[in-house]
């Protein structure tokens, strides 16, 4: 059952501390990773999102299923469709990972509810690995696309099958990998997470990968991320061109550090940017950040926000200004888009956006959702092509809003600092944040931010 919110704004100023989560982008790939590793890697400060959890908890059951020798049952359900869930059936597990199964021929179900990257991530996880597995998720990820990594993975010697559309989860990896090449090419454009999650097999293939990207390449810091972190734990790679090469090779023992999260920081941003003055601090977050969501920074000074790097974190402070920039290009770093594009409505701010094409395919068609719900005061955006202008000719906020959030915890994220401008937002499956940022009413709370249920 969906749960509503009413929220209000005591003021039009935000001063406080504010303690925030491990980075998901982070934490998701240094799972893997330490899954990979054979107990080489460990992870620090791991995220409470829900995504990540329910990773964690799909991994670290999985290497108890590896560490069985008999087993009575091979079915397990991992996960639920409610993101904050891991459910696991049957205790007694198949094998799985590197080592060969020894249970009768009937795969196990791995259900990710609607974590997107899980569904990336385990799809080649589980496909180079010796063990039959169904991969399925929500209604909602049984719509978004699998199809470029599932080529890719079948190229380099992958067993996978579709049980329902083809292109669409669930989809049956059926074990027995062997590398058949070492080559393979995947267009830049459509999901840098297809990339991510050949790139963090790459160490484990026998004779390597050597990754031809075709096009531009969308997302281009999250590459660069899964890059950097694999290099922390001594994995080696080449990048020339188009072409991204690691061969086989053995993990360092190390530990990886997760870093709080930059997109959750990035609400704290529009919060600043709304309110008439504004003085927050966030532990933990650096300049020198392996996450691309960090240019909030610099999209923020453009509406004033100031951002100090010291005592171990950045201070936001708000300076009133005339706001210039135009164009905002959002190809490197389009999680940020539902947060900049509101934050420009509500200031009447008439910006054009590019770089927005992977937002179709996301939790909800977040352009779709955007247009609807930001028609609710008067705002248009409108869409040419692959440009996306504001149209704030006709803005009026009104005294009381209604907010869906389509399934999607950026939605509901990114319209939440409107309660500073309108006196009654109701903001629908208020839940929603455990995907990423699980503390996010809680810490409004601490900035004179009030959530109610609504009155009947």
Known sequence: MKHNIILTKTGRSANGTIQLTGSKSECNRALIIEALSDGKVKVENVSDAADAVLLAGILRKTKAESQKSKVESPEVVVGTDE???????????????????????????????PAGTAMRFLTAYYGIGNEEVILTGSERMKQRPIGILVDALRTLGAQIDYEEQEGYPPIKLKGSFEQQTRKISIKGNISSQYITALLLIAVKLPFGLELHIEGELTSRPYVEMTLAMLKEANILHTWE?????????EFATTSLHIEPDW????YWYAIAALSDEAELFLPGLTSYSLQGDSVITEIMANFGITSQFKDGGVHLTKEVKPIFRKIFDMKECPDLAQTVIVVCAALGHEATFTGLETLKIK???????????????GVKL???GQVYKLDCSEKQLPQRMFISTYHDHRMAMAFAPLAILIPELE???????GKSYPAFWTDLAKVGFHASPPTP
């Open 263 to 266: 997109s959750a920081a990035s």
């Open 427 to 433: 903001i629908e499956d208020a839940d929603v944040v």
């Open 83 to 113: 993101v904050h869930e891991v459910e696991v059936i049957d205790e007694n597990l198949s094998s799985s990972g590197y080592e060969p199964s020894t249970i009768n021929h009937e795969p196990k179900t791995v259900n990710i509810g």
């Open 241 to 249: 061109g188009s072409v991204i090469s690691i061969p086989n090779q």
């Open 382 to 384: 409108i869409e040419k």
């Open 363 to 377: 939790e909800t068609d977040r352009i779709l959702a955007l247009q609807t719900e930001l028609a609710k005061i």
